[in-house]
């Protein structure tokens, strides 16, 4: 099939965000947010209260969490918070964390048509691994490149260009799906086409992001990346 016409993702590479993306992980992270909070003596926080810090690290869901509550730490309080926080994540990482619906048969139609599959995420490294494989979802991707292993984490462009060439991808040949801003900035620093999912967890509108493409359900994705495929093929940008 010629490359222009959409069906065959043969020599593309497909970059997605992890958290709020492919995987709806807020209830774990709400669950390891409020075992700190209430080690501390703390109230329980609402998912609400917290969302939009999902995918900016546990260090900034803490905070938030402390401030709902008008409560401040030390650093060394903090060091140890965050460390509670790791552990009990850690624990119970895939206890109420599931793919979103649709996303493991657009990947399945996706490796199937040649693309190969990267996971761009500012979630740590082992994490970000252990999520995937209790998820049953190692297979599915090619390269899983956490925060840690980046030169510059998203949004720089180094974290996209990184998780690239170990995928062995080349930029003119790649698209990115990612449910933030910080995604969004990530992509179009690298010259990526950006697909925006809105089941995720960012605050800001769809038409405030503005995407190539938004979608609100995985049934969309593939047309939506054959689409941009085919757009990149007739107009290739320079480089």
């Not at 599959?117 to 090619?142: P, Y």
């Not at 925060?147 to 040949?173: M, Q, W």
Request: charged letters at 20%.
């Amino acid at each position: 099939m010629d490359e222009g016409q959409t069906g065959s993702f043969e020599g593309w590479t497909i970059l997605f965000d992890l958290d709020g993306t492919l995987v709806d992980t807020a209830p774990d992270l709400l669950g390891a947010l409020n075992h700190v909070l209430t080690r501390m003596g703390l109230a329980p926080v609402s998912l609400s209260a917290v969302a939009e810090m999902i995918g900016h690290g546990a260090r900034a869901m803490i905070e938030t969490g402390l401030r709902t509550q008008g409560a401040v730490l030390s650093a060394t309080e903090m060091d140890a918070a965050f460390e509670r926080f790791i552990a009990y994540y850690v624990a119970n990482i895939a206890v109420g964390s599931r793919p979103f619906e649709g996303a493991v048969a657009a990947l399945e139609t996706l490796r199937a048509e040649g693309a190969a599959l990267a996971v761009c995420t500012n979630k740590r490294q082992d994490l970000s691994v252990r999520l995937i494989a209790e998820l049953g979802l190692s297979g599915h991707f090619d390269v899983i490149f956490g925060a840690d292993r980046a030169s510059n984490r998203k949004p720089h462009a180094d974290h996209v260009f990184e998780t690239l060439i170990e995928a062995g991808g080349d930029p003119a040949r790649a698209l990115f799906v990612g449910d933030s801003r910080t995604d969004e900035r990530a992509a179009r620093n690298a010259g990526l086409p950006f697909v925006f999912v809105t089941f995720g967890y960012e605050a800001e509108t769809p038409e405030a992001i503005a995407a190539d493409v938004t979608i609100s359900h995985y049934a969309q994705l593939v047309s939506a990346l054959a689409g941009l495929k085919d757009q990149a093929v007739a107009s290739p940008r320079g480089r």
